[in-house]
């Protein structure tokens, strides 16, 4: 996810080609609707009053209102689009790594399943093949489909259970 966000966020990023820049934005918008719920359930676990829980909250807002917006049709305007979701995803990942140190017990399954599904795409020298343009090669790795098939039998358990 931080690779991504690099992507347009490096100082000495070179700026994509407008098919780049649309995979690149597809990526992000991915990567925020996955570690939104995630790190809405961390903050969840902590106190009403508590700090980090606020800011966690305020940056999954401010994620979900970048998602909502549509860039103008113009290259610079999509590039500046595409930074902010790169600044979210950034902002979500570093909530992640603070909230969650001592991962809570009090996830209910699907979130559980979400986290570990997440926890091993992030490690997966699989999951985070990228090819010669920086875009993830989309391999096929059979831990990452187990772990989807037990977030999505979760999903569907939570749905009618």
């Given at each position: 996810?931080?690779?991504a966000?690099?992507?347009?966020l490096?100082?000495?990023?070179?700026?994509?080609?407008?098919?780049?820049?649309?995979?690149?934005?597809?990526?992000?918008?991915?990567?925020?609707?996955?570690v939104?719920p995630?790190?809405?359930?961390?903050?969840?676990?902590?106190?009403?009053?508590?700090?980090?829980?606020?800011?966690?909250y305020?940056?999954?807002?401010?994620?979900r209102?970048?998602?909502?917006?549509?860039?103008w049709?113009?290259?610079?305007?999509?590039?500046?689009?595409?930074?902010?979701?790169?600044?979210?995803?950034?902002?979500?990942?570093?909530?992640?790594?603070?909230?969650?140190?001592?991962?809570?017990?009090?996830?209910?399954?699907?979130?559980?399943?979400?986290?570990?599904?997440?926890?091993?795409?992030?490690?997966?020298?699989?999951?985070?093949?990228?090819?010669?343009?920086?875009?993830?090669?989309?391999?096929?790795?059979?831990?990452?489909?187990e772990?989807?098939?037990?977030?999505?039998?979760?999903?569907?358990?939570?749905?009618?259970?």
């Amino acid at each position: 996810m931080r690779e991504a966000a690099c992507r347009l966020l490096a100082e000495d990023a070179e700026l994509p080609t407008e098919d780049e820049l649309e995979t690149l934005t597809l990526q992000l918008r991915g990567h925020l609707m996955l570690v939104i719920p995630v790190v809405e359930a961390l903050a969840e676990r902590l106190p009403e009053d508590d700090a980090p829980r606020a800011c966690a909250y305020s940056a999954v807002a401010q994620a979900r209102t970048r998602l909502s917006h549509r860039p103008w049709p113009i290259l610079p305007r999509q590039v500046q689009h595409a930074q902010r979701l790169a600044r979210s995803v950034n902002a979500l990942c570093d909530h992640y790594e603070n909230l969650s140190s001592d991962c809570p017990a009090v996830l209910d399954e699907q979130q559980a399943a979400l986290l570990r599904w997440w926890n091993h795409c992030l490690v997966c020298e699989t999951c985070m093949a990228t090819d010669d343009a920086g875009v993830n090669a989309n391999l096929p790795c059979p831990a990452a489909k187990e772990l989807h098939e037990a977030y999505r039998d979760a999903r569907s358990a939570g749905a009618w259970g």
